[in-house]
């Protein structure tokens, strides 16, 4: 299958400091990408959708100046976590559609964040 | 709305038994339903999609629009089956899945 890369794969902080973390199609280009969050023993939250060439659609609740979303490529999306906080620790997980043969959205194998 | 209902948090079989995850869903429309699977350690990958009507790995899921109802069957568990199975859904193309909680698969030897 299609295969995609997330940069870093673990991440720790300072509280206050920003973190960027990189999504990366590699063998396929993809207009839409996902964000969601995952936290221990819960399921995946949506967090936005990454648009190529767009403003990112947030979903409910999610700040979109906190987690700033550039989707600047056709295979490359980032999350910034601004000012991080200790409460946006957690295992941030993308996923990027594509869509030909059939669509079917491939996951990244996620970050972990860890804001002290 | 749409959601997504896995009832069992875990779920442990003996080697050889049949297995049946349980997925319901909530949705007005015609869904996509899905399958995904998290090894230890590693990401997430889809196991099957209804429209493709494929057995992957023994695994197989009939979508019952009566019983808004995606059941994942395997008539005998090995222990490489041991893993995290979460439903999902989706209402149309290039639109995010809605996933269930997720199920753990435990297959005891």
């Known amino acids: 299958g299609a295969v995609v890369s997330q940069h870093p794969s673990r991440v720790i902080c300072k509280s206050g400091t920003s973190v960027k973390i990189e999504c990366r199609s590699l063998?396929?280009?993809?207009?839409?990408m996902f964000w969601y969050r995952q936290f221990p023993k819960k399921s995946l939250m949506l967090m936005a959708t990454s648009n190529e060439g767009s403003k990112a659609t947030y979903e409910q609740g999610v700040e979109k100046d906190k987690f700033l979303i550039n989707h600047a490529s056709l295979t490359l999306s980032t999350l910034t976590v601004t000012s991080a906080h200790p409460e946006d620790s957690s295992f941030y997980i993308c996923?990027?559609?594509?869509?030909?043969?059939?669509?079917?959205?491939?996951f990244g194998p996620g970050t972990r964040l860890t804001v002290l | 709305a749409q959601r997504v209902t896995q009832p069992e948090k875990l779920l442990s079989v003996f080697k050889g038994a049949p297995v049946e995850l349980k997925c319901n869903y909530s949705?007005?429309?015609?869904?996509?339903l899905f399958w995904y699977v998290q090894y230890s350690r590693q990401r997430l990958q889809l196991l099957l999609r209804h429209i493709s009507r494929e057995s992957i790995k023994g695994f197989t899921a009939d979508l019952n629009k009566g019983e808004t109802s995606f059941h994942l069957k395997k008539p005998f568990a090995q222990e490489e089956d041991s893993a995290m199975y979460y439903c999902a859904l989706s209402a149309q193309e290039n639109t995010p899945l809605v996933f269930g909680k997720g199920t753990r698969l435990s297959v005891i030897a």
């Open positions: 996923s990027a559609i594509r869509d030909f043969p059939d669509w079917e959205q491939f």
């Open positions: 063998d396929f280009q993809a207009t839409t």
């Open positions: 949705y007005s429309g015609s869904p996509e």
